[in-house]
């Protein structure tokens, strides 16, 4: 099993960037697929998740309307496109998935919650 992230990189404040989290061994049928970020210093945080038993998507709230997720089963591929990047958004970008019959609301935000990960993709915002 392998999550592989992609898609990182330089951008100016206000660009946009589009990440790629490409799974094996697991399908996106059956596993939700989750995007943390983690800047250093500072704790791993909960970005967006999106689930595999009906494509709801679920965001942080610094996010909204700046970031979407979504995935593409025939590419086993999920994305997450980045716009409108602020400083604050610089960090390293991991995917992770669960399986999506265990996936809680309750829990989503929680890097606990899922039991698969990709390495991390670098997302550097400076002008």
């Known amino acids: 099993v392998q999550l592989q ?3 990182g990189g330089l951008v100016q404040p206000r660009g946009s ?3 790629s989290c490409t799974v094996s061994g ?3 049928d059956n596993y939700s697929i989750g ?3 983690q800047a250093p210093g500072k704790e791993r945080e909960w970005v967006a998740t999106i689930s595999s038993t009906d494509g709801s998507t679920y965001y942080t709230d610094s996010v909204k ?3 979407t997720i979504s995935g593409d089963n025939a590419k086993n591929t999920v ?3 980045l716009n409108s990047l602020e400083h604050e958004d610089a960090a390293v970008y991991y995917c992770a998935a669960v399986n999506g019959l265990w996936l ?3 829990t989503i935000k929680s890097p606990l919650q899922y039991e698969l990960w990709g390495q991390g993709t ?3 915002v400076s002008s």
């Open 5 to 7: 992230a992609s898609g």
């Open 17 to 19: 960037l589009r990440l």
């Open 26 to 28: 697991i399908t996106l």
């Open 35 to 37: 995007w943390f970020r």
């Open 65 to 67: 309307n700046r970031f």
């Open 79 to 81: 994305y997450l496109q």
């Open 104 to 106: 809680r609301t309750s």
């Open 122 to 124: 670098q997302v550097t």
